[in-house]
């Protein structure tokens, strides 16, 4: 039986990418928050035109890093500058390895002068605790692992929960809990607020694209503050998403949050590999979509490509440094641009007319709200001559904007407005994915559109997050 990653790719007899592509896992689970509090469709209209309350106590990694060398680990393996990066500030992380590539991101919240807190996916966690332990820093590491994708019935608990209160009447809601005005603090800034008797650390937060607070604190408080926000809210209109939409906000706020950790191949990544687990979110993860690359390299992707362009500073040396002063050198990183795909009405008729056509196509079934079907996306994007010029990495609908949208990129040189193809399903009627039925493969027509989508968004966000603008 396998015990490492490297053991597990053995199996695949050189073909990682078709190992990853039949992998028998689907698509992310949410876990343990109930799917709806009420109708996904209100539940993502609430968060553009109402307020609503985010549950992301459950489905990231919480890394708790303590210690002298906390800072140095932190600058050492990410991309962003540290300068500035004070006690009550956040910086959203994104590492690369050796070669330039994502191996995810998530938000680490500074606690105090030696104590911060990863907060995320499993891809940069890990990373996080192979070079804590490798490079031998000075530090403690406390690693809370998501809950379990199916509980099965036992109890879950944290060490922390973790709210959102997000919307338009966001801020409403928020001084109301707090018995007084509250200062809207700067972009990823932390401080206090009072709910109900608890006194709650704050982040100015804006998951849906206007401002909002995230909040967190001990888990066995979980319940309380949650009442006290619901009742706080019930006059502004506060609704809980459920785990059913949450997801999706990203559509119209311009994220994505699942590149395939780049780290199956590389001789500098060897190590790595065999540090890895069998069971690890790496060695059972798998890609969904039409796209087929010659090598697994062909899915990896940079900063650039994902939008995190403005976040790269040379100011210090980390890792991945290198390669990517020669992207900036060869003009690689300009190369590809993110973007939002927005699909064509009538196809998208088709792909769902389908299921009550017995005797037509059956195309891959699109689920609503997100129609991800595996742990990373990528669907083939083309032009006129149907030449790959892009990748759609991130699918689903939003009731707002009464369209299908996806996240991803394409040759920088593509004007927006620009229509394209994106082939919807996999070949061969699919692959061997649990999430896959037998189906055929269809070209959607797209529109090439800004990111974030959202005009809210767009308006809101800060130079650099998710838009990926220069500020």
Not at 129 to 150: H, L, T, W
């Given at each position: 039986?396998?015990?490492?990653?490297?053991?597990?790719?053995?199996?695949?007899?050189?073909?990682?990418?078709?190992?990853?592509?039949?992998?028998?896992?689907?698509?992310?689970?949410?876990?343990?928050?109930?799917?709806?509090?009420?109708?996904?469709?209100?539940?993502?209209?609430?968060?553009?035109?109402?307020?609503?309350?985010?549950?992301?106590?459950?489905?990231?990694?919480?890394?708790?890093?303590?210690?002298?060398?906390?800072?140095?680990?932190?600058?050492?393996?990410?991309?962003?500058?540290?300068?500035?990066?004070?006690?009550?500030?956040?910086?959203?992380?994104?590492?690369?390895?050796?070669?330039?590539?994502?191996?995810?991101?998530?938000?680490?919240?500074?606690?105090?002068?030696?104590?911060?807190?990863?907060v995320g996916r499993a891809p940069a966690a890990n990373?996080?605790?192979?070079?804590?332990?490798?490079?031998?820093?000075?530090?403690?590491?406390?690693?809370?692992?998501?809950?379990?994708?199916?509980?099965m019935g036992k109890p879950v608990t944290r060490i922390?929960?973790?709210?959102?209160?997000?919307?338009?009447?966001?801020?409403?809601?928020?001084?109301?809990?707090?018995?007084?005005?509250?200062?809207?603090?700067?972009?990823?800034?932390?401080?206090?607020?009072?709910?109900?008797?608890?006194?709650?650390?704050?982040?100015?937060?804006?998951?849906?694209?206007?401002?909002?607070?995230?909040?967190?604190?001990?888990?066995?408080?979980?319940?309380?503050?949650?009442?006290?926000?619901?009742?706080?809210?019930?006059?502004?209109?506060?609704?809980?998403?459920?785990?059913?939409?949450?997801?999706?906000?990203?559509?119209?706020?311009?994220?994505?949050?699942?590149?395939?950790?780049?780290?199956?191949?590389?001789?500098?990544?060897?190590?790595?590999?065999?540090?890895?687990?069998?069971?690890?979110?790496?060695?059972?993860?798998?890609?969904?979509?039409?796209?087929?690359?010659?090598?697994?390299?062909?899915?990896?992707?940079?900063?650039?490509?994902?939008?995190?362009?403005?976040?790269?500073?040379?100011?210090?040396?980390?890792?991945?440094?290198?390669?990517?002063?020669?992207?900036?050198?060869?003009?690689?990183?300009?190369?590809?641009?993110?973007?939002?795909?927005?699909?064509?009405?009538?196809?998208?008729?088709?792909?769902?007319?389908?299921?009550?056509?017995?005797?037509?196509?059956?195309?891959?079934?699109?689920?609503?709200?997100?129609?991800?079907?595996?742990?990373?996306?990528?669907?083939?994007?083309?032009?006129?001559?149907?030449?790959?010029?892009?990748?759609?990495?991130?699918?689903?609908?939003?009731?707002?904007?009464?369209?299908?949208?996806?996240?991803?990129?394409?040759?920088?040189?593509?004007?927006?407005?620009?229509?394209?193809?994106?082939?919807?399903?996999?070949?061969?009627?699919?692959?061997?994915?649990?999430?896959?039925?037998?189906?055929?493969?269809?070209?959607?027509?797209?529109?090439?559109?800004?990111?974030?989508?959202?005009?809210?968004?767009?308006?809101?966000?800060?130079?650099?997050?998710?838009?990926?603008?220069?500020?």
């Open positions: 039986m396998a015990k490492n990653l490297n053991e597990v790719l053995a199996g695949a007899n050189g073909d990682i990418v078709g190992q990853l592509r039949n992998n028998k896992i689907g698509a992310y689970v949410y876990p343990v928050v109930a799917p709806e509090f009420s109708n996904w469709r209100d539940e993502q209209w609430a968060w553009q035109h109402g307020a609503v309350l985010f549950d992301q106590s459950h489905h990231m990694f919480d890394l708790y890093i303590n210690g002298p060398d906390a800072g140095k680990l932190l600058s050492d393996t990410m991309v962003n500058s540290s300068k500035g990066w004070e006690v009550n500030k956040a910086k959203q992380y994104v590492p690369t390895t050796p070669y330039g590539h994502v191996i995810g991101d998530g938000i680490i919240f500074r606690l105090a002068e030696e104590e911060y807190v990863y990373w996080l605790m192979f070079q804590a332990e490798k490079g031998g820093y000075n530090v403690d590491i406390i690693n809370d692992p998501r809950s379990p994708s199916r509980p922390s929960w973790r709210f959102q209160i997000q919307g338009p009447r966001a801020w409403d809601v928020i001084e109301k809990l707090n018995g007084e005005p509250l200062d809207k603090l700067k972009f990823f800034n932390m401080s206090t607020m009072k709910i109900g008797n608890k006194t709650i650390r704050t982040l100015r937060h804006g998951m849906a694209g206007s401002p909002g607070l995230e909040i967190w604190g001990p888990y066995d408080e979980q319940e309380y503050v949650r009442e006290e926000i619901l009742k706080a809210g019930e006059e502004f209109g506060l609704i809980p998403v459920g785990s059913r939409a949450y997801p999706s906000n990203t559509l119209e706020s311009g994220w994505i949050p699942s590149p395939l950790p780049p780290i199956y191949t590389g001789d500098e990544l060897e190590d790595y590999r065999n540090w890895l687990g069998a069971d690890s979110y790496e060695a059972t993860g798998s890609i969904a979509g039409s796209f087929i690359g010659d090598s697994i390299e062909d899915y990896y992707t940079n900063p650039y490509e994902l939008g995190y362009g403005p976040f790269v500073k040379f100011d210090h040396d980390f890792i991945g440094a290198d390669a990517l002063k020669k992207m900036e050198a060869d003009g690689t990183d300009k190369a590809s641009k993110k973007v939002t795909f927005e699909w064509n009405a009538d196809d998208m008729k088709k792909i769902v007319g389908s299921m009550f056509d017995p005797e037509g196509e059956q195309y891959k079934f699109f689920d609503l709200p997100l129609a991800n079907y595996g742990n990373s996306s990528f669907d083939a994007v083309k032009d006129v001559d149907g030449r790959v010029i892009g990748k759609s990495m991130f699918t689903g609908y939003s009731f707002n904007e009464k369209k299908a949208l996806s996240l991803g990129f394409v040759d920088s040189e593509v004007p927006l407005g620009t229509e394209l193809a994106l082939t919807w399903g996999e070949e061969n009627g699919g692959t061997a994915k649990t999430t896959v039925e037998r189906h055929k493969q269809i070209d959607v027509k797209v529109i090439v559109s800004p990111v974030p989508y959202s005009k809210m968004a767009g308006d809101t966000y800060a130079a650099g997050w998710r838009s990926g603008r220069q500020g």
